[in-house]
């Protein structure tokens, strides 16, 4: 009997003084050291590709995995096995074009629109049999007068965009036609449920594939959209965006005693990582907040936005504003403990210099 064993294989007088401020600790740019004219660029991506495609043709032309038969008696090897890989289309496209291709995204699209950039892309990049696919179908599709099928073709969108469904080598929406022919349709589109399922397709894409510098304006103009489907999806979309742009938006939102799934949208573009002037900025805004009427989810998320606000340099200002609230001081030791833990570092810095009289 033959067995094989093993196959290796972040007040309306906080935002007024918040869009006159700068960062306590100006960010002062270092030099750039990979500045490339168009020649370096193509030279490079030329090469990154020569390299990928000999990568790939090793790899499946070479015997690279082994198999071992034994004798299920007595174990001992009858047999060893040499296996090729199998040539796959998707893969082949990634290891020949993958490197290069993200290369010239970076220069491209990512860093600032460099349309020469984005003309050797064109030239270098070939589209995958995978886009060639999508293009005839969904892409073509959110062009559609039918709006069923524009619907169908976003949601397929946003899916792929959040890795849903997409294993491998499946990194079709990685492409800046993608990218542009979505803008295009949500710059177009009139149905609210077709407009949201193309702005998580965008944000997902931003996150998940490249950050293309096309989609933060886009997303951060939904901010100010009446309909507040669009304008909660562009908030949780537009959560890990650095842009600046977006602060002065979501201080605004934060003091117009917006609707609970807005307010906790909003809530969560603050962290501990947020910059120390808009820390400042919401403090009243926050602590105004903590008045209003809310349930014990987006309770729990507003106090723990507090929390994270406070830091060593924002202290003063969150000491001062607390003082004498000693209801709230308690709700947010509370919160604090269940958070860290009485023991953690963080608890204590909080207990000795923020809830202590």
């Known amino acids: ?46 090469a990154m590709i020569a390299q990928g495609a000999a990568d790939y043709k090793r790899r499946v032309g070479d015997p690279v995995d082994t198999a071992v038969m034994v004798d299920h008696k007595t174990g001992e090897p009858v047999e060893t096995l040499s296996i090729r890989r199998r040539s796959v289309d998707r893969e082949e496209f990634h290891r020949t074009y993958g490197e290069a291709r993200d290369f ?19 030239e270098l990049i070939p589209d995958s ?19 069923a ?29 993608v990218i542009e022919t979505i803008l ?31 989609i933060p304006p886009v997303l951060l103009a939904y901010l100010d959209s009446n309909d507040l489907r669009l304008k909660r999806a562009a908030l949780v979309w537009t959560r890990h965006m650095r842009d600046r742009a977006k602060w002065p938006k979501i201080i605004e939102i934060l003091d117009s005693k917006p609707t609970t799934p807005i307010l906790c949208s909003a809530l969560y573009h ?23 009427k809310l349930g014990d989810e987006a309770k729990a998320n507003l106090y723990g936005t507090i929390l994270d606000m406070v830091d060593e340099r924002t202290l003063a200002d969150y000491k001062t504003a607390l003082n004498k609230q000693k209801r709230l001081i308690k709700a947010l030791a509370k919160r604090a403990e269940k958070r860290y833990g009485k023991g953690h570092a963080r608890f204590k810095f909080l207990l000795t210099n923020l809830f202590a009289s």
């Open 1 to 46: 009997m033959w067995c094989i064993v093993s196959v290796i294989y972040r007040s309306r007088e906080s935002l007024a003084n918040f869009n006159g401020l700068a960062y306590d600790s100006p960010i002062r740019k270092k030099p750039s050291r990979d500045i490339m004219n168009i020649s370096q660029l193509r030279k490079k991506a030329k």
């Open 104 to 122: 010239l995204l970076k220069y491209g699209y990512e860093k600032s629109p460099d349309a020469k950039v984005q003309a050797l892309y064109a």
């Open 129 to 147: 049999n995978e886009l060639k696919s999508k293009k005839r179908s969904i892409l073509t599709d959110l062009r559609s007068r039918d709006e």
């Open 149 to 177: 099928k524009r619907l169908a073709a976003a949601k397929e969108c946003s899916r792929a965009a959040r890795g849903v469904g997409e294993i491998g080598w499946d990194n079709w929406p990685k492409n800046p036609v």
């Open 184 to 214: 295009k349709a949500l710059k177009k589109e009139k149905s609210s449920n077709v407009a949201q399922e193309l702005i998580i397709a965008l944000g997902g894409m931003y996150e998940r594939y490249y950050a293309d510098a096309r």
């Open 270 to 292: 603050l962290h501990s990582r947020t910059p120390v002037d808009v820390k400042r900025a919401v403090c009243s805004i926050l602590l105004k907040t903590t008045t209003r």
